[in-house]
């Protein structure tokens, strides 16, 4: 690959061949127990000042790539490129849809290159030649390059229909900080409604938080949630968009349900035995009364996202709570319980309704050692507090 033109890239450009050419620097930090003081006065005996903050700056890259990333440990990242990469098992997840030739546009260090690399033929397109030069590395890593093709261009230049298109539009080209409006992505709206109408097929990945609703037609929008938290939106689009309009994928378990929201209405009733905390990605698709009539649940009220039922249902859609007793949103109601309760510790949960968690944890009066849920929630138009223990799935 050609080195870049400008001044400043081309510094980082060196810098990262520099790094490179010298594992047993890598080596020395990575595994070093000193303090980073000890370490820099150490290493500067050796090598250059640029080479050794270039060094720790990676190394500490690298051990917060470990979250996202199986072989974060010889990967090669920037702090951008880290923060707004796709998880691998995110990634994996989206690559099961592709196949054949595809083009990865606005492809950063490489997260989702790598996962459909597996499987397909890839040009990875960016228009920064150093972020292109790191998923050339990063292909190396996972041992994908020969299905890597890196390429420094705009994204606005690649033919939608030559080929299937996964595209990840920055999210932080302004000095603003991160985008939450599509409008101001980069590529910006306009392009990727253009992209979603006349491509072949593919992918858009967008923040959960985005305002994509209502700015694209004939989509399926799949919101994926990790670990319980809500990671993207995935507008599906041309030859690889579902039936559905609107799915809700949780991972690592790999449950997915699809639908119309609209399709769907859950019965209302009184707190039973159990209670259930729905996933985000099922919120943010809009989900609940689907996943309420397929688990055979009921809602605690029509305002309300909590769920109810008789017995115990296991699902990766919920996150279960046995409830020990129903009071009602009063602090002297409540306190009362709690002083004869054997909570140590209590988790404090809402989602309508204006609580300080931090203020009702502090007067809470906890002599016990097991830990506790404090759910604050709409029951029947009423504001009540259900008091309940976390159900934790081996």
């Known amino acids: 690959m050609t080195p870049p033109s400008d001044p400043s890239l081309r510094e980082e450009w060196d810098l990262l061949h ?5 594992p047993q620097l890598l080596e020395l930090v990575s595994g070093s127990r000193e303090s980073e003081l000890s370490l820099q006065t150490r290493l500067r005996r050796e090598y250059p000042d640029r080479l050794v903050r270039g060094a720790l700056a990676l190394c500490e890259l690298r051990r917060k790539g470990v979250a996202k990333f199986s072989r974060a440990d010889r990967m090669w990242f920037d702090r951008r490129g880290l923060e707004q990469a796709t998880s691998e098992i995110v990634a994996r997840h989206k ?3 592709f196949s054949g030739d595809v083009f990865d546009l606005c492809c950063g260090i490489g997260g989702d290159t790598l996962a459909l690399a597996a499987a397909c033929a890839v040009q990875a397109v960016d228009s920064n030649p150093v972020s292109c030069l790191r998923t ?4 190396e890593v996972y041992a994908v390059s020969r299905r890597v093709t890196a390429v420094c261009n705009d994204a606005a230049a690649v033919d939608p229909a030559a080929a299937l298109v996964h595209l990840d539009p920055d999210r932080r080209a302004s000095a603003a900080g991160r985008a939450v409006r599509v409008e101001d992505y980069v590529p910006g709206l306009e392009f990727l409604q253009r992209l979603a109408r006349t491509g072949r097929g593919g992918a858009i990945k967008l923040s959960p938080a985005a305002n994509f609703g209502g700015k694209f037609r004939d989509v399926e929008v799949e919101l994926v949630s990790l670990q319980g938290e ?4 995935t507008i599906w689009f041309g030859e690889l968009r579902g039936s559905a309009s609107w799915r809700a994928t949780v991972l690592p378990a790999g449950e997915t349900i699809a639908g119309e929201p609209l399709d769907y209405a859950a019965d209302v009733s009184a707190p039973r035995q159990y209670v259930y905390d729905p996933d985000p990605a099922v919120v943010r698709a809009g989900l609940i009364d689907a996943v309420a009539v397929q688990l055979g649940l009921t809602r605690l009220d029509a305002a309300e996202e909590y769920l109810t039922s008789a017995n115990l249902v296991h699902s990766g859609f919920v996150q279960a ?3 020990l007793a129903e009071l009602p949103n009063n602090p002297v109601e409540f306190r009362k319980y709690f002083r004869t309760a054997q909570f140590g510790q209590v988790e404090i949960k809402c989602r309508h309704i204006p609580i300080n968690a931090d203020d009702v944890r502090r007067h809470l009066p906890l002599a016990g050692r097991e830990p506790g849920v404090l759910i604050f929630a709409r029951v029947s138009g009423k504001s009540r507090a259900l008091v309940c223990r976390r159900i934790v799935v081996a």
């Open 18 to 22: 520099e790094l490179r050419s010298s």
């Open 230 to 233: 809500c990671k993207e939106a």
């Open 321 to 323: 709570f046995e409830l």
């Open 136 to 139: 050339e590395w990063n292909a």
């Open 95 to 97: 690559a099961q849809r």
